[in-house]
Structures are given as C-alpha cells and as structure tokens.
C-alpha cells in the first residue's frame, strides 16, 4: 500500500510566480491536511480538507493561498504571487476517517524555495 | 495557544548508548501529546502517542516517552541506539479545540556515530 505520496519534491520559483504543490492521499483516505514548517520553525497546520469540501482553514493566510481536494484526483495546495517568506517545507497528510491526529499519515513534503 | 519547544537541535550519540530527547510543551488541560520521527526522503512516521493514564508510554523501534505535568515534559528515550536511527525527531500536540490540528516543536536532529 503506497504512503501518502507528494509532489514535486522540490520547487524553486521567482517570486511572483505561482506554486502547485500535489497530494495524493494514501488509498482508501478521503481527510486531507497540509502542514509548513518555515525554517527555524516547527511544522504548522494550515487546512483540513475532505473530499470537495474545506472543512478548517484556519491555518491558511488570508491571501494567495488556497486548497482543493477534488472528488477525483490529488489535493491541490495553491500560492499565488509567491513571495519569499513563502519558502517552507510543506507536509500533507491523509486519514480514512476524521478521527484523531494520530490517525493522520504523512508525506515526504515539498521543499518550496522562492528566488 | 499551546506550544511546543525541543530544546535540542542536533544531538550526536554513538552507537548502542542511550538516548533522550527533551520536549516541553504549553497547555492549559491535559495535552494530547506525540512523538514523530522522519527519515531523510521520507514521511513523519509515529513512534507513539500519550492521551491518558499511565505516564510511561511505549512506542515502535524500541522508544518510550514519559509524560511528567510537573515538568510539562513529554521526553523521548531509548536505552540503546542504533546506526538506523538517525533522522529528525518531532514532538507535538494536539490543539484543544480539534482533535486533528497538530503543533509541532521545530525538531531535534539525531546523529548516530559509529
């Protein structure tokens, strides 16, 4: 059963570009949530989302960021106009159920460098 | 807001000597609280994970963790290291008001030398 499988692994964009960072959650889990960890940072939440549906995103800035997770297909997190401050790690995760943290299965993450 | 601090960024132990990673966290109520690790090129894996009870919890590969509220500590150990535990180590809890929405310390490096 493969793992929670993410991509690219590493993206390097100039700034006022955009950024598509993919998830796709491990067979069988349709609970999606997506994690940065800027650097000297631990890894925070941003948005829990299930299948066409956003259910918290309130760990998302309010602009240039945004997420899907479509009823066919891998979870899209999106970054308009990128800035450097935008340079992180992103982490996905994916859960059968909408049960605890500890349910949650990670991804490798993206390594998004803004230039 | 709850929070959580790894002291240590990078330790460096040798093969087959113990192990302790330090975790300390903020939280007004009893905290959900775990320990995840990551290899390089991999995903945040579980080692174990402490809601209630017994303070002394086991995990996978041969690590513990013992909760102490006095100390607001949450410290990962194990008695005897190996070369394939080299990676990052993540503690993290739960925010109070979901069950899913984790905080994670910023990570302590672990190097094992031969």
């Known amino acids: 059963n493969a793992g929670v499988m993410q991509n690219p692994r590493h993206l390097v964009r100039r700034r006022g570009q955009e950024a598509r960072l993919r998830c796709s959650p491990m067979k069988g889990h349709s609970h999606v949530y997506w994690y940065r960890q800027l650097p000297e940072e631990g890894l925070k939440f941003m948005v829990y989302?299930?299948?066409?549906?956003?259910?918290?995103e309130s760990g998302m800035p309010k602009e240039r960021f945004s997420a899907e997770f479509p009823k066919e297909g891998p979870s899209i997190l999106r970054i308009q106009q990128v800035v450097r401050g935008d340079s992180a790690a992103y982490f996905c995760?994916?859960?059968?159920?909408?049960?605890?943290?500890?349910?949650?299965?990670f991804g490798p993450g993206t390594r998004l460098t803004v230039t | 807001a709850q929070s959580v601090t790894q002291p240590d960024i990078h330790i460096t132990v040798s093969e087959g000597a113990s192990l302790e990673l330090r975790c300390n966290y903020s939280?007004?109520?009893?905290?959900?609280l775990f320990w995840y690790v990551q290899s390089p090129g991999q995903g945040l894996q579980l080692l174990l994970k402490y809601f209630s009870g017994d303070t002394l919890v086991q995990g996978i590969k041969g690590f513990e963790a013992e909760f102490k509220r006095s100390q607001s500590s949450f410290n990962l150990r194990k008695p005897s290291v190996h070369w394939s535990d080299a990676a990052e180590y993540f503690c993290?809890?739960?925010?109070?008001?979901?069950?899913?929405?984790?905080?994670f310390g910023k990570g302590t490096l672990l190097t094992v030398n031969p």
């Open positions: 995760a994916s859960s059968s159920t909408s049960g605890g943290a500890w349910e949650q299965y």
């Open positions: 939280y007004g109520a009893t905290p959900y």
């Open positions: 993290a809890v739960v925010d109070g008001g979901s069950n899913y929405k984790l905080t």
């Open positions: 989302l299930q299948k066409e549906n956003i259910i918290d």
